[in-house]
T-cell receptor, first 113, second 110 residues
Framework: DARVTQTPRHKVTEMGQEVTMRCQPILGHNTVFWYRQTMMQGLELLAYFRNRAPLDDSGMPKDRFSAEMPDATLATLKIQPSEPRDSAVYFC???????????FGPGTRLTVL | RKEVEQDPGPFNVPEGATVAFNCTYSNSASQSFFWYRQDCRKEPKLLMSVYSSGNEDGRFTAQLNRASQYISLLIRDSKLSDSATYLCVVNSMGTDKLIFGTGTRLQVFP
């Protein structure tokens, strides 16, 4: 049963620290998305990649967030420095064919103190 | 105005009831439509795609009205296990971005 995996599942850190979240998309999926979910804003798209190339990161605060795909099996989302307002659940999703449904990982629950 | 709007609910219904959710979207170029389901502290999971002619999957029926730019989800014979948040999702032609509504919460009680 193919799944998107994410690590870590939970992260508690202090303001100012660097946070790195990792995602392994479903094998063969060529689009990868990063979403952030909060109670107030719901699910917001931060960035997405197709064939490892960034296509859109307009939803991401550029000064502190960065997203990369070092290879087809790994996507990373980094926050440096982290702030309390970054506390949220960060989901990775992957998809195969443009315009079709995407499949989500279990998320990383981030708390910045 | 948000691109995808939903009534947040909650909708509290007894088992066996029929319940319907609507969702409106602002971008007329939207091409693909979905309903996702999200349980508490879990990831969103695809419930069903929504096709122009409407489609049914067991107790669930989805409809699309392009002229009025809204999507609906009908759940018949509600079960306790249907309690969740239902997310309306659209994506625009030429992009692969899925835009999510904030969700409608459903609580089915015995």
């Amino acid at each position: 049963d193919a799944r998107v995996t994410q690590t870590p599942r939970h992260k508690v850190t202090e303001m100012g620290q660097e946070v790195t979240m990792r995602c392994q998309p479903i094998l063969g999926h060529n689009t990868v998305f990063w979403y952030r979910q909060t109670m107030m804003q719901g699910l917001e798209l931060l960035a997405y990649f197709r064939n490892r190339a960034p296509l859109d990161d307009s939803g991401m605060p550029k000064d502190r967030f960065s997203a990369e795909m070092p290879d087809a099996t790994l996507a990373t989302l980094k926050i440096q420095p982290s702030e309390p307002r970054d506390s949220a659940v960060y989901f990775c999703a992957s998809g195969e064919i443009p315009g079709t449904a995407k499949f989500f990982g279990p998320g990383t629950r981030l708390t910045v103190l | 105005r948000k691109e995808v709007e939903q009534d947040p609910g909650p909708f509290n219904v007894p088992e066996g009831a029929t319940v319907a959710f609507n969702c409106t979207y602002s971008n007329s170029a939207s091409q693909s439509f979905f309903w996702y389901r999200q349980d508490c502290r879990k990831e969103p999971k695809l419930l069903m795609s929504v096709y122009s002619s409407g489609n049914e999957d067991g107790r669930f029926t989805a409809q699309l009205n392009r002229a009025s730019q809204y999507i609906s989800l009908l759940i018949r014979d509600s079960k306790l296990s249907d309690s969740a948040t239902y997310l309306c999702v659209v994506n625009s032609m030429g992009t692969d971005k899925l835009i999510f509504g904030t969700g409608t919460r459903l609580q089915v009680f015995p």
